[in-house]
């Protein structure tokens, strides 16, 4: 069974705030405690939170849901928003130390016209 280990929660860490990029795929680092992570918003919107379920089940799924207080959308037209108000989207890649993944969850959008935003929400580690 996996399990989630916090290295940030309930955080918005804006990392993007500009006009929509040409390159979706230039890197953008932060630093958060003392490590630098370096990632792009390709990554940072690749897939919808609730596609999570099929990769990591519905129980770590639903314990984001309810760790980083988002709302359940009121319609099937609706999307999952994070603290930012903007979509939210889910992106894992292989630790350091290639033993486990690192989970990563943020919010990405179009903020006002041609102003495009991204925030770190939560990062975690998965454990098998």
Sequence with gaps: ???????????????????????????????????????????????????????????????????????????EFQTYEGLSQLALYYFTFRSKDKDNQILIVSSCGEFQPMRWKAYIEGIWEIRT
């Design 1 to 75: 069974m996996q399990k989630l280990i916090p290295i940030a929660e309930k955080i918005c860490l804006e990392v993007f705030d500009d006009t929509e990029p040409d390159d979706w795929h230039a890197p953008i680092s932060f630093s958060l405690g003392n490590q630098e992570w370096v990632m792009s918003l390709a990554q940072l919107s690749a897939m919808p939170l609730v596609a999570i379920k099929e990769k990591l089940g519905e129980d770590i799924f639903h314990y984001i849901i309810e760790k980083q207080g988002y709302l359940h959308p009121k319609t």
